[in-house]
């Protein structure tokens, strides 16, 4: 398969235009640290900075990126920055059709891109930097290779635009290809079509200025639904608003398909639209071209607006229309709902020019009972004639891996019953499909692993087969009861007999980055272990001689070197096993210093079974370093923490696994933090609990129905479930089909009850399906209104996850601050 060349992002900018449509909301509520409760709020509260031991850690330089060259012999590595600033990440924005766009650059905004370029042998040694003159502050895309692997394609962004560039593996050399502006708005923006040219979208010479708002408003916004179909969606973010919003999506949005030669020259192909997507043929002959239209939807992102998937020449004629498919305004919540038509369409990996797409037979609807679900259709160039039925699946079709003629294997899964399926099949129809394995996606104890794939000629990714053709190989996490363990397998296609050639041994943590040669006897692997940084090393085994370090990569937090960290198991009442990891702070000292306060992170999950719950997730072997805004920092202010408790949600007995949500979760709290007690590490008077987006949302309902934990921190979370109707997380079922479990999982039901102080915290631009900031706001005015001690930041322009320095920094001081102010100090005697 063809990868995407991704596209880059600005550079931090000096000064900032006025915020467009969203900007005025940039205020935020933010009560200054160390501001006595009952003291009233500021309109606008100062970045505070957290201890010094966490800020020297986030100012850090970061790890390179690591990319291997097709031919195996060479390490690309590409210097990340550090975090971005405020300005970068509160720049200006577009927020439309469930996209976040740069106005300046026609990219994607929000982007932290690469600063410089290096290259090392893969046997070792010093890197040596790409010669390029890069523009002052310019940032450098991923790389994407040639299909002969010479050459790698990037983009580089400015203040205003992005460009492409090609760097040259022999002269350890790039630049600039053309100035002509890429459009990145809708994805990647460039393929390689053959060794010397790339199909790029590129902004249309005569888009023009960007369309004005209306002074006044022209008439109200309308919107309205007479088919009786249940246009059912969930509740997506960043979604069309009004016609300005349509026209400034259309704007933008709006690319013209160039061919661009590495001389330079740019050619048009066909006429500027609204090009969603854009892939060369492996033979480099033909061109998959997916267009959007009106009307646009102010329900759903614009994945499902109306759309034309067309085969075009190299000429920028169409020569197929493959599907047209209009808006769809209906869209299943869970793993298996589908779209109605042609979906997922691309191009066959292992052959010159062959379209393959999956169809679904029972109309995208799960409850539809059918014998079968999807059908996976083929159609070879010219593209004349009728498609042909490769092969048809009972559940719904995941993807399919290309190995030659004869040889491809395809998945389908059942996301309900938690059930995938694999099957070899020959795509000549010489054979039957022959089924490879059926098992449970919950069970990682019997995960088999994936099967590997490597570059061919062209450049694609197809089956790595050894040169006999007889096996393949499978490379998976090995997940046991002593943790994961990675491993490396030959596979015989014929008898199914698998040999380990690798697997992860104690003290270390190693997986298997690539294999560096056809046979699999020589292989890149990534190792790590409690006290040495992730580093790629080479291994012989055939040889069977020392492993040899490639890179040298330093600790980027060495205050960290003295957390002590144990994986525990221990039962919930019910007599399912939980695991979790338990890290003490640097010098702690059990004898001397007694129990500490702890901090219990944590992320419940759902289950179909108890055995699936109790499996043990994890390595006591990796190298452990927090970065962001991880709750791990809070090491370094004394407190042991309780990191990933398993929290599951099993379905028992017939029943839905949301159903005893509440009587689960509980259970499992109670679990934890008696083997924390048991331990003699923590102080059970002085704990709290937390969690980010659905740990937040468990954080909140434990705080109303328990009082187990001193002190709360619910970050960017969901608390009232009836603004999430259609589902939620794994939940399928839709509020009016069960009220009650909508009301009794939202812990904004039972606000009066929380008593133990609460700490929210929320991005004021948050795009996450579910958690609008008006969860928070609102969840913060109902626990206001009933006498809870809760304190609410709003943080200025950051999404689901903070990424601005200043945002990351102010969130752990907010952090450490509360933990200090309601955890620490030793409860009272009554």
Known sequence: MTVPLCPTARPARPARRPARRAGAALVASLLALGTPLGTPLAAQAAYQQPPDAIRRILDAPATPTTVLTPDRSAILLLERPGLPPISEIAAPEYRVAGIRLDPRTSGPSRQNPARGIAVMPVAGGAPVPFTMALPAGGGVGMPLWSPDGQRFAFTVTTDDAITLWVGELASRSAKQVSARRLNAVLGAPCDWAGNTALVCTVVPEDRGAEPAAPATPVGPIVQQTLTGSQDRAATYQDLLKSPHDEAIFAHYATSQLAR?????????????????????????????????????????????????????????????????????????????????????????????????????????????????RDRVLTLAAPFAGEPATLFETEWRARGITWGGPTLALA??????????????????????????WERSTEDRYGDPGSFVTRRDARGQQVLHRTADGRSLFLRGAGASPEGDRPFVDRYELATGRTTRLFQSQAPYYETVVELLDDAG?????????????????????????????????????????????????????DGVTLHATVYLPPGYDKQRDG???????????????????????????????????????????????????????????????????????????????????????????????????????????????????????????????TLTPFGFQGEERSYWQAPDLYERMSPFTYADRIKTPILLIHGMADNNTGTFPIQSERMYAALKGNGATVRYVQLPAESHGYQARESVGHTLAEMMTWLDQWVKPPKPRM
Do not use: C
């Open 260 to 372: 661009v030669t590495l001389g330079g020259q740019v050619t048009p192909l066909g006429a500027p639209a609204i090009i969603s997507g854009a892939s060369v043929s492996p033979d480099g002959q033909w061109l998959l071209v997916t267009t959007l239209s009106r009307p646009f939807s102010y329900s759903v992102p614009l994945n499902f607006f109306p759309t034309r998937i067309e085969v075009w020449g190299m000429d920028g004629k169409v020569a197929r229309t493959v599907a047209t498919r209009p808006l769809i305004e209906r869209v299943a919540w869970g793993g298996d709902g589908a779209q109605v038509g042609p979906r997922n369409p691309g191009w066959r990996a292992d052959v010159e020019a062959t379209l393959v797409w999956t169809e679904a037979l029972d109309a995208g609807d799960p409850s539809k009972q059918v014998p079968k």
């Open 411 to 436: 998945t389908e899964s059942h996301a309900r019953q938690r059930k995938t399926r694999t099957w070899v099949i020959d795509p000549s129809g010489a054979a039957a499909p022959r089924l490879l």
């Open 521 to 573: 006897t020589r292989l890149l692997t990534r190792r790590e272990s409690v006290d040495e940084p992730p580093n790629l090393w080479q291994r012989d085994l055939v040889r069977r001689i020392a492993p040899r370090q490639v890179t040298q990569f330093a600790d980027p937090a060495p205050a960290f070197a003295g957390v002590r960290k144990e994986q525990v198991s221990y039962q919930r009442a």
């Open 595 to 721: 129990a500490l306060p702890f901090l219990l992170w944590a992320y419940p999950l759902e289950f179909g079974s108890a055995d699936a719950a109790s499996q043990v997730t994890g390595s006591p072997y990796r190298f452990t370093r927090p970065s962001g805004s991880s709750h791990l920092f809070a090491l370094l202010q004394g407190y042991g923490v309780m990191d990933d408790p398993t929290m599951p949600i099993i379905g028992f007995d017939g029943k839905e696994p949301n159903d005893t949500y509440v009587e689960q979760l509980t259970a499992s709290a109670k679990a934890a933090i008696d083997q924390i007690v048991g331990m003699g590490v923590a102080d059970r008077d002085r704990i709290a609990v937390g969690g980010h987006s659905y740990g937040a949302f468990m954080t909140a309902n434990l705080l109303a129905h328990t009082t187990l934990f001193r002190a709360g921190i619910a970050r960017s979370g969901a608390y009232n479930r």
